[in-house]
């Protein structure tokens, strides 16, 4: 990771050195022919400038036509460059200098250029000596066509070691641009990937034991400061995930191994003794018969739980009568509340047909009326009834018991969890009937909650769709006839 992330960076400062040296050859290209220009402009005015002084100071001769007086030889601009002149006659007669710097041919083909156009040019052209010159011409006189032509040149060397030494000194500029912004672009990339060389230095060395470690590098609120809060709250959900896997393990280990160790001394004392009456074999196989079914339905459970978090419980559609559905639950559980001296209550609608699963749904009312009677007085009520919600069916279970602790209300559908964690198992389940409910309530495309309410009792809300989507049932099924709505007492 740690390579991953220098090349990235690597990766990232070309990218930058190569774009910065676009835009700095561009803008050097761009102020290079800005340079160029204006010192050609300027170079032009200053030669029209002193092709002016020369026209003002020629002589004339005795055909009338002008003549090169005393400056003849051109002069020097008011910069110091060294200028040549020449005149050429309507007639095609050269006026130079002794020492000609531009060729007669040239002289006259800028004649015949400035003639034929009636006005000033500038042409570049080739000296004598093989130097590149400037030159500007114009006409002396109108017409054009047969006045004579003043020809005012300078050399461009001195232009042209000016536009190589600011050429030069653009190249060099350029040159520490470029390096200096791929240093700051090297720092920047480190900096910038600071955050997620970190991320990856913690992800290389967490383990199970160190999910409490977070990225603490502040962050602006940019990409990278989601990046570092996002790698946060993964590990949060993680070490939470950890946490009640533990606790899990913890849970059912404890719970297994109670009936482990009760079946485990059982045997050891049956096989301790070398005569044993058919009675007590009878009371040996009973407690282990006992056990054995206390350990199937924990198993059971756990697979269901399971199961349900790995997202394969499937519930099966089936069309139900809602209010055959109550009355059967409650039939089921009159025994054991008339053994603890409790009423039952059923309150089912007139008509209603819920699409959901019988067994899995059967499961969750059986676990909540278990845990009603458990913990109703001798003497108190226990309610089942069923709401339609007018999207599905809501079926509360309802007692005056003491109530769930306010600071178990948050943790009660957590697998082993129990309402009062003295009470014996002969009393009380394992503590996975709640968290048993509500994951099939979830499967089921409803939900399970506690009904928070002041005063003693605890009710239990069972929502459910009025059809859920399952993988087979509930095609041509006709709902029974309309009743009149019951409600008893038993």
Not at 95 to 105: E, K, M, N, T, W
Not at 407 to 420: C, I, K, M, T
Request: glycine share 10%.
């Amino acid at each position: 990771m740690r390579r991953y992330l220098t090349s990235t960076r690597s990766r990232l400062t070309a990218l930058a050195v190569v774009l910065l040296a676009i835009a700095v050859i561009i803008a050097g290209g761009a102020l290079q022919i800005a340079f160029t220009l204006t010192e050609t402009g300027e170079s032009d005015s200053a030669l029209a400038s002193q092709a002016g002084l020369i026209a003002a100071a020629l002589g004339t001769g005795p055909d009338g036509q002008p003549t090169l007086g005393p400056s003849g030889a051109g002069g020097e601009t008011q910069t110091g460059v060294a200028v040549h002149a020449a005149l050429v006659s309507p007639q095609g007669a050269v006026i130079r200098p002794a020492a000609p710097l531009v060729s007669d041919s040239d002289l006259e083909q800028m004649a015949a250029r400035v003639r034929s156009l009636g006005q000033p040019t500038w042409v570049d052209v080739a000296g004598t000596n093989g130097a590149l010159r400037r030159a500007y011409a114009e006409p002396l006189g109108r017409p054009a066509s047969s006045a004579s032509v003043l020809v005012v040149s300078r050399s461009l060397r001195e232009l042209q070691a000016a536009d190589e030494r600011d050429l030069l000194m653009l190249i060099l500029f350029s040159g520490l641009v470029v390096l200096g912004g791929g240093m700051l672009a090297y720092w920047l990339a480190g900096r910038i990937l600071q955050p997620v060389s970190r991320i990856a230095e913690l992800a290389r060395t967490l383990s199970e034991r160190d999910l409490h470690r977070r990225v603490d590098t502040p962050m602006p609120r940019d990409e990278l400061g989601d990046l570092v809060e996002t790698f946060n709250e993964m590990l949060d959900r993680l070490e939470d995930s950890f946490e009640s896997l533990r606790r899990f393990t913890a849970d059912a280990s404890h719970e297994l191994r109670a009936p482990l160790a009760l079946m485990q001394t059982e045997i050891e004392v049956a096989l301790g003794r070398a005569r044993m009456e058919p009675r007590d074999y009878r009371r040996s196989l009973i407690s282990l018969a006992a056990e054995v079914r206390h350990l199937t339905r924990i198993v059971d459970q756990l697979l269901i739980l399971a199961r349900a978090d790995a997202g394969a419980l499937h519930p099966v559609a089936e069309a139900m009568d809602v209010a055959d559905f109550l009355h059967e639950a409650v039939a089921r559980w009159l025994v054991r509340a008339r053994e603890r001296n409790l009423r039952l209550a059923v309150d089912a609608p007139d008509s209603g047909v819920i699409i959901a699963d019988p067994d899995l749904i059967r499961r969750v009312v059986d676990n909540l009326l278990d845990n009603a009677i458990r913990h109703a007085p001798a003497g108190g009520r226990v309610s089942l009834r069923a709401v339609e919600t007018g999207t599905g069916w809501e079926f509360q279970v309802d007692d005056n018991g003491p109530g769930i602790p306010a600071d178990l209300r948050d943790h009660l559908f957590r697998p082993f969890v129990r309402g009062d964690s003295a009470r014996s198992r002969s009393e009380g389940g394992a503590g996975l009937g709640l968290a048993l409910s509500a994951a099939i309530a979830t499967a089921s495309g409803g939900s399970l909650s506690l009904i928070n309410r002041d005063g003693p009792g605890a009710c239990f809300s069972l929502v459910l769709p009025e059809k859920f989507d399952g993988s087979s049932g509930g095609a041509g099924f006709r709902p029974p006839p309309a009743r009149a709505a019951s409600s008893r007492i038993v």
